[in-house]
């Protein structure tokens, strides 16, 4: 007898989602659909609303990455203005980019995913989170949370604000990095650098325990987008947009996000509120790719710093050459933390960080734009059509989120097909298909902004159980 089982809602990641599992007659995995249940609307609301609100505005799309909507907003409002903002506004955007990126990933590792590694997959549940974590490893539990700490505040160092800050904006940023600031990261580095490798060597550690999950956590092949810096190293603010496939091949560089509509197309499906973004020349869905750290590091020759330049070398040998197993997210995390932690120490030695010249001002001279940025969990674009007087009249945001969607729902129909068999149910296996979507650490309040209209459909069921009625709406 046909069967359909439902995690809902999915644990421990950003938003509300749930998955469906369908099984057949002999208890065996047919489909399975990766839901995500909530709509926001940004697209939609932010019309009539002058652009230069825009990047306080996006910014409050999330409190987990706030940052990452208030420089790409930022980003598109600077070609609105048809400026060149001054070196010292991108270096500040890049600082606080890198403190974005640092305390969404150690919150991701530590806090959201480490249970699973440290406590068993097929733990008690009630005690499978971060405070169970905290009862068994209490000094790793304080070391993810200092290391998210750092981040947060060079964030609030540079905005005043560790969520939703105004402090970047077209034609630059608000304000420099203090002198004061400034020394306190310079006191903080050690440590922060101290426990990423704690990190990396503890999941290093672990991974000859975690071959199954390498093999079957969303490994297969697919193309990976990210953006890559002058001689394709390792970007997440500026630089231009590349393709690589599973086999380490470029299938499409230098890339500009103003064409973005030209290589990505946008499907939709009926059980979902996030769209399913894909490589428009192999259609949908062959077009599926992957974005996030990853894909980052796959897309990138080299990341340009000694010490993440020898962990991307052992990552890659681990890997097997290029990381096509979703499970590798974790150990991609680990390594761009460092990078941050790296480019973050080059940054202090840099004296425009402290230059008051950060912001360039301009009228409207452009009615249309599309600004890009590497968000914790990959790829983000904002693009804006405006009026003369600088009202938008249109935006369309493709969310990091939204671009591993396909691979999402791939990763989770993966795992289930290997754990449950001949209706074989355990609460373990369950664990498992959503840390397949833990994997990609989804942000999906970032992620659900189309207008339209969902299916809707109602059963109405005795008291016996029977449906006596359906009613549906497509």
């Known amino acids: 007898m046909s069967k359909t ?94 403190g974005q990126i640092t305390q969404s990933h150690a919150l991701s590792f530590f806090h959201l995913s480490s249970p699973d590694f440290l406590l068993g997959w097929d733990s008690d549940p009630a005690t499978r989170n971060v405070f169970g974590l905290i009862a068994a490893d209490p000094d790793l539990a304080r070391a993810g949370i200092r290391l998210r700490q750092f981040g947060q505040t060079v964030i609030e160092l540079l905005g005043a604000k560790k969520i939703h800050s105004a402090w970047s904006v077209p034609g630059g940023v608000r304000s420099p990095l203090s002198a004061e600031g400034r020394q306190w990261i310079v006191d903080r580095l050690p440590e922060a650098k101290e426990t990423i490798y704690v990190a990396l060597n503890l999941f290093k550690n672990l991974l000859d325990r975690f071959q199954t999950e390498v093999a079957e956590f969303g490994r297969f092949p697919s193309l990976f987008m990210g953006l890559v810096g002058t001689h394709g190293e390792w970007e997440h603010y500026g630089g231009h947009l590349r393709f690589t496939d599973s086999e380490g091949n470029i299938v499409a560089d230098n890339l500009s996000e103003d064409n973005y509509a030209d290589f990505i197309g946008e499907s939709v499906e009926k059980w979902s509120y996030l769209k399913f973004p894909y490589y428009k020349p192999l259609g949908y869905p062959d077009g599926i790719y992957r974005v996030g750290p990853l894909a980052r590091l796959n897309v990138c020759h080299h990341i340009g710093t000694p010490e993440a330049d020898r962990e991307l070398e052992e990552y890659r040998q681990r890997a097997g050459g290029v990381a096509t197993s979703s499970f590798f997210y974790h150990y991609a995390r680990l390594v761009e933390i460092l990078a941050c932690l790296e480019a973050i120490e080059l940054l202090m030695d840099d004296p425009d960080i402290l230059s008051k010249n950060c912001r360039a001002r301009a009228e409207i001279n452009c009615t249309e734009a599309v600004g890009v940025s590497e968000a914790p969990r990959g790829t983000l674009f904002h693009h804006y059509k405006v009026d003369q007087n600088g009202l938008i009249e249109k935006v369309n945001l493709i969310i990091a989120t939204g671009n591993n969607n396909l691979a999402m729902n791939k990763t989770v129909a993966q795992i289930a097909k290997y754990y449950i068999r001949n209706h074989d149910v355990q609460e373990g296996f369950l664990n498992r298909v959503e840390a397949g979507i833990r994997c990609y650490d989804p942000c999906l309040s970032c992620s659900t902004h189309a207008a339209g209209q969902m299916p809707l459909m109602i059963d109405l069921v005795n008291t016996q159980g029977e449906v006596i009625q359906s009613i549906r709406r497509d």
Not at 47 to 53: A, K, Q, T, Y
Not at 71 to 96: F, H, N, S, Y
């Open 5 to 98: 089982i439902v995690i809902d809602p999915v644990t421990r990641i950003e938003g509300h989602a749930k998955i469906s599992i369908f099984l057949n007659d002999q208890g065996n995995v047919d489909d399975v659909r990766f839901h995500v249940v909530e709509y926001r609307g940004f697209e939609k609301f932010c019309e009539g609303r002058p652009m230069w609100e825009m990047a306080g505005i996006t910014a409050r799309i999330c409190g987990i990455c706030p940052v990452s909507h208030l420089l790409c907003a930022a980003k598109t409002g600077d070609k609105l203005l048809a400026v060149q903002i001054p070196p010292a506004g991108e270096k500040l955007r890049r600082l606080m980019n890198l």
